[in-house]
């Protein structure tokens, strides 16, 4: 299997960067990263890994998802601005970042044949709901812009599932 990590110089995305490298399962770990949230120094080590690819570049530029998921079969999509506090105050960025930098991916990825494309959700959209447990079809009103992006690229990906 050929793996795309979106990301994968964040936190998530360099754990699971070190996980798939040991995965006899998976011949290529890419990276797509543009290191505005992500350190290169959280993937480093694996520079000389037989499996690993490093790709320096923006969601945001289709021509740059459609370059990445070339060859791929399986994505884990983990780029995005993460911050509440930064999407109030650049909700602009946040939305051009979560919602079109993912929809690129994603279409890039029916562009490609890509098999699956798996999306780092947040429990963000789940909003003002008291309920406990959270579940997942429950979803209360998002309290900030970030959640906002999150719940739309979750729609986004059902409904790229269903139309593709």
């Known amino acids: 299997m050929k793996l795309l990590i979106t990301g994968g110089a964040g936190f998530i995305g360099s754990n699971?960067?070190?996980?798939?490298?040991?995965?006899?399962?998976?011949?290529?770990?890419?990276?797509l990263?543009?290191?505005?949230?992500?350190y290169y120094e959280n993937i480093k080590e694996f520079e000389s890994h037989p499996k690993f690819e490093f790709m320096e570049g923006d969601i945001c530029d289709y021509q740059v998802c459609l370059n990445a998921t070339k060859g791929i079969?399986?994505?884990?999509?983990?780029?995005?601005?993460?911050?509440?506090?930064?999407?109030?105050e650049?909700?602009?960025?946040?939305?051009?970042?979560?919602?079109l930098g993912t929809v690129n991916v994603?279409?890039?990825a029916v562009e490609n044949g890509v098999e699956r494309v798996v999306l780092a959700c947040s429990s963000s959209t789940y909003g003002d709901s008291k309920e406990l447990p959270k579940v997942e079809n429950r979803i209360g009103k998002p309290l900030s812009p970030y959640a906002v992006t999150k719940l739309s690229i979750e729609q986004?990906?059902?409904v790229f599932q269903q139309v593709y």
């Open 16 to 31: 699971l960067v070190e996980h798939f490298t040991k995965d006899d399962r998976v011949s290529l770990v890419r990276v």
């Open 33 to 38: 990263d543009d290191l505005s949230n992500g």
């Open 73 to 88: 079969d399986k994505i884990t999509h983990q780029a995005a601005l993460g911050s509440v506090p930064r999407s109030i």
């Open 90 to 99: 650049n909700p602009m960025r946040t939305t051009e970042v979560n919602i």
């Open 106 to 108: 994603m279409h890039a």
């Open 156 to 158: 986004f990906a059902d």
